[in-house]
């Protein structure tokens, strides 16, 4: 009985490890890229640049972290001096037993400072 009770910890081990190096890379890499969103949208605020640079830039920065947006997925919204920059896409996880998509919802408002 205990010989079994070992293995069948060593596998839930095994199985926690693959977990955690199949989902970190996945979720640092959105936490990137949500980061890069937020900076964006602060910065572009009180910037020149078009929507359209926006866009590219923000396209760029998915690029730089692996994220699998299209351009139509990435949105950029201007309200009067608010900006509104958001992203919707899923990250396929393959597993052996269930692969699963994960979803990621990253998006940020630039609001000016009245006055600056």
């Not at 926690?16 to 969103?37: H, N, R």
């Not at 923000?58 to 997925?73: R, S, W």
Request: hydrophobic share 40%.
């Amino acid at each position: 009985m205990r010989g079994v009770r070992f293995w069948i910890g060593v596998l839930v081990l095994l199985c926690a490890a693959y977990g955690t190096y199949k989902l970190v890379p996945v979720y640092m890499s959105a936490y990137e890229f949500e980061d890069a969103i937020k900076e964006e949208a602060k910065l572009a605020v009180y910037s020149q640049k078009s929507d359209e640079q926006i866009h590219d830039t923000i396209m760029k920065k998915a690029a730089e972290f692996e994220i699998p947006v299209t351009g139509e997925q990435v949105k950029v919204r201007r309200n009067g001096s608010d900006l509104r920059i958001s992203a919707d896409y899923g990250v396929q996880i393959d597993v052996p037993v269930h692969p699963f998509v994960l979803t990621f919802h990253p998006s940020s408002d630039g609001h000016r400072i009245a006055g600056v």
